[in-house]
């Protein structure tokens, strides 16, 4: 199992869990706006550290990014497989062509 993939199941078990017993569970607990809202957040520190240049900064918030896109997902019912399918339909389709497929 991946690093992820590990993550994406932890989220998952703390859908059900006491908010007060752990932080991803009081997100989750917060609603589907909030992890998006949380999500975002930790984006735009992501790419302040992306234009600053400080890689091991942009490694920490890239985490960070990655866990809040879990949690937000995850309050969608969203799960992790459900995007790697979609990661794996996409592949060896050109970025360009996909992209103009979407208009």
Known sequence: MSTLQTLAATIAARKGADPDSSWTAKLLAKGPEK??????EEAVEAIIEAVKGDRARLTAEAADVLYHLLVMCAAR????????????RREGTSGLSEKAARR
């Open 77 to 88: 019912d969203v799960a992790l497989a459900d995007i790697e399918r979609e990661l794996s």
């Open 35 to 40: 992890c998006a809202e949380k999500f975002g």
